[in-house]
T-cell receptor, first 114, second 116 residues
Framework: QKEVEQNSGPLSVPEGAIASLNCTYS??????FFWYRQYSGKSPELIMF????GDKEDGRFTAQLNKASQYVSLLIRDSQPSDSATYLC??????????????FGRGTQLTVWP | EAGVAQSPRYKIIEKRQSVAFWCNPI?????LYWYQQILGQGPKLLIQ????????DSQLPKDRFSAERLKGVDSTLKIQPAKLEDSAVYLC??????????????FGSGTRLTVV
């Protein structure tokens, strides 16, 4: 079983600040990682994926992966109230018959206040 | 392309009753997943299909849950009899199944089940 741990928060930041969301995982062999955003009452929405060590940037979002430390993070720059949501970290089964299966953390609730 | 379609959006039933959920994946997607998301938790995989065959149902409570994917397209998930702890959102997702690059997948809008 692949464990994914997230600080459930809640995390509260002011508008314009950087929000930092963290995730650790148990399976050292994991290769692919995802961040999903979930608004209240809605289904999860994929916002970032990363599978190489280092940083990956997409607009205001930066995903960081450190496989040696088994650590994934998501930075949201210039946070906006519309970023207020629960952020789910997930890793994928990369091999075998369950290829594609996602293992999710519990999520971190982020609130961005004006 | 059209997304993953699910119905119904909401369902309220009494415990011990039965309920069924329907999922229509993105056209051409070979792999279909059903996840259960209990309030305050991340989604948990219930069952994974590859075409019309079951790949992984290790987390499916088989004494009460069943799922099928006839003709490798649409899928139904059934609960009989329902328990209070089955109250959750049931999410369906699909993917091509060829993992050249692992880009994640899109979920349907989900079915919110409340068991009273």
């Amino acid at each position: 079983q692949k464990e994914v741990e997230q600080n459930s928060g809640p995390l509260s930041v002011p508008e314009g600040a950087i929000a930092s969301l963290n995730c650790t995982y148990s399976d050292r062999g994991s290769q692919s990682f995802f961040w999903y955003r979930q608004y209240s009452g809605k289904s999860p929405e994929l916002i970032m994926f990363i599978y190489s060590n280092g940083d990956k940037e997409d607009g205001r979002f930066t995903a960081q992966l450190n496989k040696a430390s088994q650590y994934v993070s998501l930075l949201i720059r210039d946070s906006q109230p519309s970023d207020s949501a629960t952020y789910l970290c997930a890793l994928a089964a990369d091999r075998g018959s369950t290829l594609g299966r996602l293992y999710f953390g519990r999520g971190t609730q982020l609130t961005v206040w004006p | 392309e059209a997304g993953v379609a699910q119905s119904p959006r909401y369902k309220i039933i009494e415990k011990r009753q039965s309920v069924a959920f329907w999922c229509n994946p993105i056209s051409g997607h070979a792999t279909l997943y059903w996840y259960q998301q209990i309030l305050g938790q991340g989604p948990k995989l219930l069952i994974q299909f590859q075409n019309n065959g079951v790949v992984d149902d290790s987390q499916l409570p088989k004494d009460r849950f069943s799922a099928e994917r006839l003709k490798g397209v649409d899928s139904t998930l059934k609960i009989q009899p329902a328990k209070l702890e089955d109250s959750a959102v049931y999410l369906c997702a699909s993917s091509l199944g060829d993992w050249e690059g692992n880009y994640g997948y899109t979920f349907g809008s989900g079915t919110r089940l409340t068991v009273v």
